[in-house]
């Protein structure tokens, strides 16, 4: 069950996200036992992933593993040693409170990062079904209320874009400013709208996709070159 005491989030590194999108995704969706708790190996395949997947990364073992530890001091995931290969599981449904439905949407939102709420209905649904955007919705509100969401554009309009609340304020900032209703892109896209109507859904979805792509490889090139330093003790 969901708890309504509002969370105060400690932003997660990309490559956390990643991780943590990965093994809430498996347990939801295996139907081997064998699948879930997930080997090193396993889990840096499904990182890799070409499908669902925003950025699409080439992570080795190293970068997983690392992260991994990361996370298990964090208390947000569990390493299970004894058997032939060690596994790893998330701890999520103990430390966020949250219900199926609602962790499922997180998962999405950690895979992809931001995407209108009719995207997020129809990719968590196969995980957990959630039959329409008026359920999404109740279940947003409830996760917004805790933080876990955050509206980059205005939730009551249509096509309404979100995201994780795991960002850091300036990746938040980055976003809003550039969503494509705020800004210098709102100028843009109505512009296309004026010209040719029956190209406007198209040609906001092409600006969606291309900013949210181009978000996603600032991050990832930030996060190796925090990497970097770190190895050369920079």
Request: with cysteine.
């Amino acid at each position: 069950m969901s708890d309504a005491t509002t969370v105060l989030l400690t932003p997660l590194a990309l490559l956390e996200r990643r991780v943590l999108g990965v093994l809430i995704e498996k347990q939801k969706t295996s139907k081997s036992p064998d699948a879930y708790p997930m080997t090193l190996n396993s889990i840096t395949t499904g990182c890799n992933q070409k499908s669902n997947r925003d950025p699409v990364t080439e992570l080795d073992e190293d970068d997983v593993e690392e992260t991994l530890a990361d996370l298990q001091k964090k208390g947000l995931t569990l390493k299970i040693t004894g058997n032939r290969v060690d596994r790893f599981r998330h701890l999520l449904y103990d430390v966020w409170r949250v219900s199926r439905e609602e962790m499922a949407i997180l998962a999405e939102l950690l895979l992809r990062g931001p995407m209108t709420e009719g995207d997020l209905r129809s990719r968590a649904s196969r995980m957990d079904e959630i039959a329409d955007l008026d359920i999404l919705r109740s279940l947003l509100k409830k996760l917004g209320d805790r933080n876990f969401v955050i509206y980059l554009t205005p939730a009551d309009r249509r096509g309404a874009i979100l995201t994780h609340g795991f960002h850091t304020a300036s990746e938040i900032e980055h976003y809003q400013a550039n969503a494509p209703i705020s800004g210098p892109a709102t100028t843009q896209v109505m512009a296309i709208t004026r010209s040719t109507p029956e190209a406007s859904g198209t040609a906001i979805a092409e600006l969606e996709t291309r900013l949210n792509e181009a978000f996603q490889e600032i991050a990832i090139l930030k996060e190796a070159v925090a990497r970097l330093e770190l190895k050369h003790g920079v």
